[in-house]
């Protein structure tokens, strides 16, 4: 196993899905695109801006490949195995050129801008090459595609942010919606292809993501997620008044929206996260309590290497003062199991500060060398691949044994959910979140998407709450 991973923001399993928006009715555009994307929540964000550059043109969505005239994959570097994992798919793409030689495919984001046009030389059936602050340029290459010709656009911008562009909801089921408020990152993160792939770290006009944020509710929206790399270190300053948002004011405003709409927000990074943001989570009921915050090792060694500019001291005051400030946080991390180096001491580091932090979800990973990154350029990657996988097991095994005992302490409380939807398993049960980010079940009764309820919970499993709807007292 290489990861272990649940959660809307992180979610695997929808990772490769194609997804089309309802309005996108096959009979009312002439021409069609098919949409697959990997990685990060920003990844399936971006995909939602290239819809709207195409939509624009006159392509709308399908979600079946064998319709489309333009085929798209926005991938993602960030392990060896993701970029395996888009080897694989457009070697199944192969058979589809070849009946249908006027089939255009495009590579996106990540990985499109980590190899650039040598991926043209790697994988022949691919005509068009875009990275991710290029997919204005998208029109143009399709047409240059569209006539035989390899088409590739890698530009890094240091301030496109894509901010006057309305996305179109791709996955939606109308309750949520992700909001990118930045793009890029500037911290070195050693391990980290990122920096390389995204670029520079720009923050985008506030106004614009208020105003999005506004739409998303007058739509139906119930919850925004506001993302970036590094959301505590948005900067934006207002031309006109010369006012600074930073990213506490930014929650502010976008809580000011109105009480129903929930807002939550990742990734942070711990040497970023202020106590004004943790303030005004606390003075705004609808800012939700859960925090991302990665750790990624548990010992200072490993993260001066990691070039993370924490220590594992700092890093747990990090989490007392924000167990201080909100008692009933929801915290979750991510950890590298086998970095370069990392000796069984000091991966017994990360077992412990796991054992202190008791994180209610983790997302855990094996080392996994990145070319071109400082940790591939410096250090030798000697911890022996069967080595990071027990570790990584070890660390998984002791994430399980928390991650249950955080759902059993739920057991007998009464939680305010918003519902997002039908259970997987039944439809006459429906599904929501409380504020510290746990699904709950419970029955359907008279209940619907978009509402909010009172869930008491009379049970658990390892990753799910389950519970009944507490009528309101007439
Ligand atoms: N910006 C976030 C942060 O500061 O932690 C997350 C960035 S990355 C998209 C998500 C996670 O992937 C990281 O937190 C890290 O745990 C993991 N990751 C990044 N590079 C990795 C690598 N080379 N090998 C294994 N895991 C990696
Ligand atoms: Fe990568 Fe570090 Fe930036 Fe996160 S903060 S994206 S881990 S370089
Ligand atoms: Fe992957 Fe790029 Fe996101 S490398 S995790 S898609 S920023």
Redesign the pocket.
């Known amino acids: 196993m290489e990861e272990l991973l649940i959660d809307k923001t992180h979610d695997e399993a929808r990772q490769g899905e194609a997804f089309a928006p309802e309005s996108h009715s096959l009979e009312k555009f002439s021409k069609h695109f098919y949409i697959e994307s990997y ?2 929540a920003m990844n399936f964000a971006d995909s939602e801006v290239v819809a709207s550059i195409l939509q624009s043109e006159g392509y709308g969505a399908t979600t079946d490949a064998t319709l489309a005239d333009l085929i798209l994959i926005n991938t993602c570097s ?2 060896e195995k993701a970029e395996q994992t888009v080897r694989n798919r457009l070697s199944n793409f192969k058979g589809m050129k070849k009946q249908r030689p006027g089939l255009v495919i495009g590579v996106l984001g990540c990985m499109a801008e980590r190899l650039k046009a040598a991926f043209l030389e790697e994988e022949k059936l691919v005509d068009i090459v875009v990275g991710p602050d290029a997919y204005r340029s998208l029109p143009s290459l399709i047409e240059e595609a569209s006539t035989g010709q390899k088409a590739v656009n890698v530009l890094l911008s240091r301030d496109e942010t894509y901010a006057d562009i309305s996305p179109i909801r791709l996955n939606s089921n109308g309750v949520n919606a992700f909001v990118s408020i930045m793009r890029g ?1 500037n ?1 070195m ?1 050693s ?4 920096p390389f792939t995204r670029g520079r770290e720009r923050s985008r006009n506030a106004h614009s993501i208020v105003q999005e944020c506004e739409a998303l509710f007058n739509d139906g929206y119930r919850e925004v997620t506001l993302l970036g ?2 959301v505590d270190s948005y900067h934006w300053i207002d031309e006109h008044t010369g006012e600074t948002v930073t990213f506490a004011r930014l929650m502010e405003m976008v809580a000011l929206i109105s009480p129903l709409l929930r807002v939550r927000f990742s ?1 942070s ?1 711990p040497k970023d996260i202020t106590d004004e943001v943790l303030f005004i989570m606390k003075q705004y009921e609808n800012i939700c309590n859960y925090i991302h915050l ?1 750790v ?1 090792s548990g010992n200072t060694r490993v993260l001066q290497m990691m070039n993370r500019t924490y220590s594992r001291e700092w890093y747990i005051a990090k989490v007392d003062r924000i167990r201080e400030i909100l008692p009933d946080c929801g915290l979750s991390t ?3 199991a086998g970095f370069c180096t990392e000796t069984e001491e000091e991966h017994k580091d990360s077992l412990s500060l796991m054992e202190y932090c008791r994180y209610d979800l983790a ?1 855990l ?6 070319p071109g ?1 400082l ?1 591939a350029r410096r250090f030798e990657d000697d911890v022996p691949l069967d080595v990071k996988k027990r570790r990584l097991q070890e660390l998984v095994d002791l994430h399980r044994i928390h991650s249950l005992e955080s759902m059993q302490k739920d057991v007998g409380k009464t939680f305010r959910v918003l519902i997002e939807g039908y259970s997987k398993k039944s439809e006459d049960d429906l599904y929501g979140r409380n504020d510290q980010n746990k699904v709950i079940v419970f029955p359907k009764e008279n209940y619907k998407k978009g509402d909010y309820v009172m869930v008491e919970v009379h049970d658990c499993t390892a990753g799910t709450l389950i519970g009944k709807v507490i009528p309101p007292t007439p």
Not at 191 to 194: G, H, L, N
Not at 365 to 370: I, K, L, M
């Open positions: 990685g990060c960030i392990r990152c911290n993160c391990f980290c292809v990122v790399q590094n990734t990074h990665p990624q991510d950890m590298i997302y990973y094996f080392y996994s060398e990145r990154t940790a």
